[in-house]
């Protein structure tokens, strides 16, 4: 976080956020609001779009429409930003099992601000 961000300010804003697959909605125009210093979690059935949320905010996939800011800084815009200012910590710690083993390397290459080559 910058040093001269304000102690009381929000630390995570969505606007409408919204993640469309094709014709299928994942996430629909999500609102949240969260202070420095808050706790919060997301909640919800399996497939609820939750781990879309979390995928958006944590730069690794892109909204459809709506905006998303973490301490200020803009998930679609100012994605290095955002990875410095964020600690992502995935339900397993090993590999995700839907993915390659590539797609996995990408993933954490991204996290992580590791050079493509």
Known sequence: ????????????DTQELTRRFDKFTAVDSVNISVEAGEVFGLLGPNGAGKSTV???LTTLLPPT???????GYDVTHQQGAVRKVIGYVPQALSADGSLTGYEN?????KLYDIPSK
Request: aromatic residues 8%.
């Open 105 to 109: 390397l990408l993933i954490f290459a």
């Open 54 to 56: 979390i995928k958006m």
């Open 1 to 12: 976080m910058p040093a001269d961000f304000p102690k009381r300010a929000v630390i995570l």
């Open 65 to 71: 429409t709506g905006k998303a800011t973490i301490a």
